[in-house]
């Protein structure tokens, strides 16, 4: 495929070449700015607040997410019998979002589980703890 033409239809940068603008919604407030954020040279456009070029410049460089999900609640026997819910404390690199749910799916509670009790401490070598968002008695 001849560069030029690869160039457009990827979106991946070719070895040597500068990373091209980025076009992101922020998403740090129900405005939902349309940002234009060149990470080569850590400009950002479009933000209506400095919180924007913050979360652009993050977002363009290293993604994370927050992530919500349920962790299973079992009885003596091993059964399911709820899902508690749960979340990551802290954002955590997106690209991890998929091993970061099969860690979670490997773990089992038993009642009573508390808000805010810690269900793995650091999630993935990240850092990050998952807690529980919600009581369970
Ligand atoms: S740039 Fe500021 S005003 Fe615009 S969506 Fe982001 S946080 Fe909201």
């Known amino acids: 495929m001849p560069r030029d033409l690869f160039a457009l ?19 740090v407030c129900p405005r939902g700015c349309r940002l234009e954020v060149d990470p080569e040279r850590g400009e950002v ?14 977002e363009a460089t ?7 999900t349920t962790v299973r609640v079992v009885d003596e026997n091993g059964a399911t019998i709820e899902l508690a819910p749960a979340r990551t ?9 998929f091993d970061a749910m099969k860690a979670i799916n490997d773990v089992s509670l038993t ?4 808000r805010g009790d810690t269900i793995i401490s650091n999630l993935l070598n990240t850092g990050v703890a998952v807690i529980a968002t919600r009581d369970l008695l």
């Open 9 to 27: 239809t990827c979106k991946r940068p070719i070895a040597g070449e500068i990373m091209s603008i980025q076009n992101i919604t922020c998403i």
């Open 45 to 58: 456009k479009g933000n209506s607040c400095p919180r924007g070029r913050e979360h652009g410049l993050a």
């Open 62 to 68: 290293n993604p994370t997410r927050t992530l919500t």
């Open 89 to 97: 404390a802290a954002p955590i690199p997106k690209g991890l979002l």
């Open 111 to 114: 009642k009573p589980v508390r």
